[in-house]
């Protein structure tokens, strides 16, 4: 069962930030995030174990809170770099499977 | 320092024809996944294999799709009898573990069939 993403797409204002979050209804034992830029391939953000820790890329961080099945992607101050299509993918058994994605869209 | 490579980067094929996609994983990665992703859609996985080995492959069409990883040589996603539907990014991804490990994605082999 693939994770489900919120909201579909954000469009934000240079320096706003933004949230994405990422549920799954079976038990999540890690959490990964990636960036897809159009046209590219998936690039490897961060990935989250059980224990609730935090991690941070640049200005982007997550948490993740595995009794509620559920990871949320912090991105503060945000950068026209920072536009793309973020996904989140669950492992289970060596298989990943990826929520259908975020699309945000950064502009000046 | 070469990350995961795809083969070829373009293919175009009529209806009817095969399509083979081969995937280098990173060096020292046994573990290769394949993805399909359709213009602005997610990535849906296909199948996972160790060297070999089909650990799952319950997102692979039952019918035309295989997949390979043989003791040498790259990893091949093979369709047969393509169709216009089959058309599509195809993404690669290595990993050194199989629980935990981050994902390493290639360029992907977009296909065409026309």
């Known amino acids: 069962q693939q994770p489900v993403q919120s909201p579909q797409a954000v469009i934000l204002r240079e320096g706003e930030d933004a949230v994405i979050n990422c549920s799954s209804s079976k038990a999540?034992?890690?959490?990964?995030?990636?960036?897809?830029?159009?046209?590219?391939?998936?690039?490897?953000?961060?990935?989250?174990?059980?224990?609730?820790?935090?991690?941070?890329?640049?200005?982007?961080?997550?948490?993740?809170?595995?009794?509620?099945?559920?990871?949320?992607?912090?991105?503060?101050?945000?950068?026209?770099?920072?536009?793309g299509t973020y996904f989140c993918g669950t492992r289970d058994a060596g298989k990943s499977t990826f929520g259908d994605g975020t699309t945000l869209t950064v502009k000046p | 320092n070469a990350g995961v490579m795809?083969?070829?980067?373009?293919?175009?094929?009529?209806?009817?024809?095969?399509?083979?996609?081969?995937?280098?994983?990173?060096?020292?990665?046994?573990?290769?996944?394949?993805?399909?992703?359709?213009?602005e859609e997610g990535l849906k996985f296909m199948v996972y294999l160790q060297k070999e080995n089909i650990i799952d492959e319950s997102g692979m069409p039952k019918e035309r799709f295989s997949a390979e990883f043989p003791k040498e040589g790259p990893s091949i996603l093979r369709i047969q009898q393509v169709?216009?539907?089959?058309?599509?990014?195809?993404?690669?991804?290595?990993?050194?573990?199989?629980?935990?490990?981050?994902?390493?994605f290639g360029e992907g082999s977009r296909l065409t069939v026309l």
């Open chain 1, 28 to 83: 999540l034992y890690s959490v990964h995030w990636y960036r897809q830029k159009h046209g590219e391939a998936p690039v490897f953000l961060m990935i989250l174990l059980k224990g609730g820790e935090q991690m941070r890329h640049e200005k982007i961080s997550a948490s993740f809170n595995e009794k509620k099945q559920q990871s949320s992607l912090y991105l503060t101050a945000s950068q026209l770099s920072y536009s």
């Open chain 2, 6 to 39: 795809q083969n070829p980067r373009h293919l175009v094929r009529r209806r009817g024809q095969e399509a083979r996609l081969r995937c280098s994983p990173m060096k020292g990665h046994s573990h290769v996944y394949w993805y399909r992703q359709l213009p």
């Open chain 2, 83 to 104: 169709v216009r539907g089959d058309s599509a990014a195809y993404f690669c991804a290595s990993s050194l573990g199989s629980d935990t490990g981050e994902l390493f």
